[in-house]
């Protein structure tokens, strides 16, 4: 049966955590859009010693055949640039004003 | 009526294969290290847009060289997985993969790390002692592009091309 959007992000969270040392935490950007497949799911991923660039979301196409069933867009920003972020709680690029939801951990 | 970023992004895509395939060609060939190099910058490059462009848009992704180092990593991390029968990929080849992105990326001329990093896959530049330095005749010493790890390096660099040049 396919998962969630919510159960694969948080599938997406616990591997990328599993090989990304410097990956401090992971927050799953709102809304989530379940009902539309098209709408990717969105990770904010804090990396220690990542480049400074602001937000530059990373997009996948979803890839059925080889298991990635949702379209996916990481975001990733270093600590200091999610302290900056997260009093106003939203991620603004272009025409989007996303919402920091859940922190995904990992298992 | 201007092209739409998911027409950017599938045309990014389709050059970096491109350029892939210009790389084997001259590897097959024994073609100089620089021109192997510079054929595996510009695809690196030209993929790392192609994931770019879709959220941020062309007119924010055309201009600069310097995406490579940061982006590659995530790309990698992403499309491991899905050509490794679901394996995720290990924090160590993530290290050097992390470490070979940031030398691909500064083989782009524009890209010199702060003038501490001339050395490039294109033009001559000045050396230490003030010696001219050419592409063509100089070994590249950070980057073993007969590794194991930027071989499959370069596998993922191709899977993740392609998923953009399939797309609509």
Redesign the interface.
């Known amino acids: 049966m396919k998962k969630s959007k919510l159960e694969t992000a948080k599938s997406l969270a616990n591997?990328?955590f599993?090989?990304?040392?410097n990956l401090k935490r992971i927050y799953l950007i709102q809304p989530i859009n379940d009902q539309d497949p098209n709408d990717p799911i969105k990770l904010l991923e804090v990396v220690e010693g990542?480049?400074e660039?602001g937000i530059?979301?990373?997009?996948?196409?979803a890839?059925p055949a080889?298991?990635?069933e949702y379209p996916?867009?990481?975001i990733?920003i270093s600590p200091t640039e999610y302290k900056s972020i997260r009093t106003a709680g939203k991620v603004r690029?272009?025409n989007h004003d996303w919402t920091i939801g859940e922190e995904l951990l990992a298992r | 009526m201007p092209a739409t970023d998911e027409e950017w992004?599938r045309s990014y895509a389709v050059q970096a294969l491109s350029d892939l395939d210009a790389r084997e060609k001259l590897a097959d060939t024994n073609a100089k290290k620089c021109h192997r190099l510079h054929f595996l910058q510009m695809a690196a490059e030209k993929t790392?847009k192609a994931?770019?462009v879709?959220?941020?848009?062309h007119n924010k992704v055309r201009k600069s060289h310097a995406y490579v180092?940061?982006?590659l990593p995530?790309?990698a991390?992403?499309f491991y997985?899905?050509?490794n029968d679901?394996n995720?990929?290990?924090?160590w080849e993530?290290?050097a993969i992390t470490r070979l992105a940031r030398e691909i990326e500064l083989l782009a001329p524009a890209c010199d790390d702060g003038d501490l990093r001339r050395d490039n896959s294109e033009y001559p530049w000045e050396g230490a002692r003030g010696e001219i330095c050419t592409p063509c005749e100089y070994n590249f010493p950070n980057i073993d592009d007969g590794s194991r790890t930027i071989i499959r390096l370069i596998k993922l660099i191709r899977t993740a091309a392609e998923?953009?040049s399939r797309?609509e």
Not at chain 2, 54 to 57: P, W, Y
Not at chain 2, 88 to 91: A, D, S
């Open positions: 591997a990328h599993q090989v990304e040392p990542t480049i660039r530059e979301p990373v997009s996948f196409p890839d080889r298991g990635m996916l867009m990481i990733e690029l272009r | 992004a790392c994931h770019l879709r959220a941020n848009g180092a940061r982006n995530i790309i991390r992403v997985p899905l050509t679901n995720q990929i290990n924090q993530l290290l998923s953009y797309q």
